[in-house]
C-alpha cells in the first residue's frame, strides 16, 4: 500500500522527487536511482515503483530486477547497486541513532524511546534520512509534527 508523507505533498502529485517510500524500497533492495534517473522515468514508471511491493524476498527481488530494468531502458545506464544493510538502524527499535537524537535536540524536540520503538520502520527511516547531515532536511521538523512527535 502506497504512503506519501503530508510534507511531501508539494510534490507527491507529480512525483518530480523520490518519496520515502520508493527510497525505503531501494535501501531494502540495494540499488541506488539516481534523482536524474528518476525523472527520466515515465509517470508510469514512478508510479509502479510506488505501488510494487518490496517486503518479502521474492518481492524485494522482482523490485530489484523491475528497478535495474527501467533505469536501463529509460538512461541506457545501468543503476548501481549498494550493500544491504542486514540490521538497518530503522528496525532497531531499543536505540535511536545518534543522528536523529542530535536533530531532534536543535529542533527541541523530546523523542523518547518510546515513541521511537512505536513508529513504524517506515518512519524511522525517514526521520534517520530526514536527519543526516549531508540530506536537505528542513523535512525533519514538519515530519516529527506529522509523527505527533513534538
Excluded at 78 to 84: E, G, Q, R, V, Y
Excluded at 118 to 131: H, V
Aim: with cysteine.
Amino acid at each position: 500500500m502506497s504512503q506519501f508523507f503530508a510534507f511531501e505533498s508539494d510534490f507527491v502529485e507529480s512525483l518530480r522527487c523520490i518519496p520515502m517510500q520508493v527510497r525505503f524500497k531501494l535501501d531494502t533492495c540495494g540499488v541506488k536511482l539516481k534523482l536524474q534517473h528518476w525523472h527520466q522515468f515515465e509517470p508510469c514508471d514512478r508510479a509502479q515503483m510506488v505501488d510494487l511491493p518490496c517486503e518479502t524476498e521474492a518481492e524485494i527481488q522482482q523490485y530489484r530486477t523491475v528497478l535495474h530494468h527501467l533505469v536501463q531502458q529509460r538512461t541506457g545506464t545501468i543503476a548501481s547497486d549498494l550493500p544491504i544493510d542486514l540490521e538497518p538502524p530503522w528496525l532497531n527499535t531499543t536505540q535511536i541513532p545518534v543522528s536523529v537524537q542530535e536533530k531532534a535536540l536543535e529542533v527541541e524536540a523530546d523523542l523518547t524511546l518510546t515513541q521511537w520503538s512505536a513508529l513504524s520502520p517506515l518512519k524511522r527511516f525517514t526521520l534517520i534520512k530526514l536527519s543526516r547531515s549531508m540530506h536537505e532536511n528542513r523535512n525533519f521538523l514538519p515530519a516529527l509534527a506529522e509523527f505527533n512527535l513534538n
